[in-house]
């Protein structure tokens, strides 16, 4: 679902009538940058349909978005899991790059 006038929204991807993935977007204006940023708030794909290329597709359909809202950027935070199926890894070959450390603190 997708709202231009929502700063939030979402989209699922779906497989023979069957939700697979979802991806979870925000449009964030920040004061240092001229045009908005497109934000990944979640994308998860199904566990039985990974490595079919579904987070790839879905990246793609992002990117689209991103541009129709003239995004500046792609923005995503992940877990610091490590490895070749790894949150990172999969960001970093659908051409993200780390460019800083977001902390956190339990209250």
């Known amino acids: ?3 231009k006038q ?5 989209f699922v991807a779906e497989l023979d009538g069957e939700v697979v993935g979802t991806v ?4 964030v204006r920040k004061q240092d940058m001229k045009q908005p940023v497109l934000v990944i ?13 579904l987070g790839k597709r879905l990246i793609a359909q992002v ?4 541009a129709e809202l003239s995004c500046s ?7 610091a899991e490590r490895g070749p199926g790894s ?9 993200f790059e780390c460019n800083g450390y977001r902390l956190s603190k339990a209250l």
């Open 6 to 10: 929502s700063s939030k929204f979402s």
């Open 41 to 53: 708030t979640s994308l998860v794909v199904d566990e039985k349909f990974r490595k079919m290329g």
């Open 24 to 27: 979870g977007l925000e449009v």
């Open 87 to 95: 949150a990172k890894s999969f960001y970093l070959k659908q051409g």
């Open 73 to 79: 950027h792609l923005h995503v935070g992940y877990k």
């Open 63 to 66: 990117e689209t978005i991103a």
């Open 1 to 3: 679902m997708m709202d």
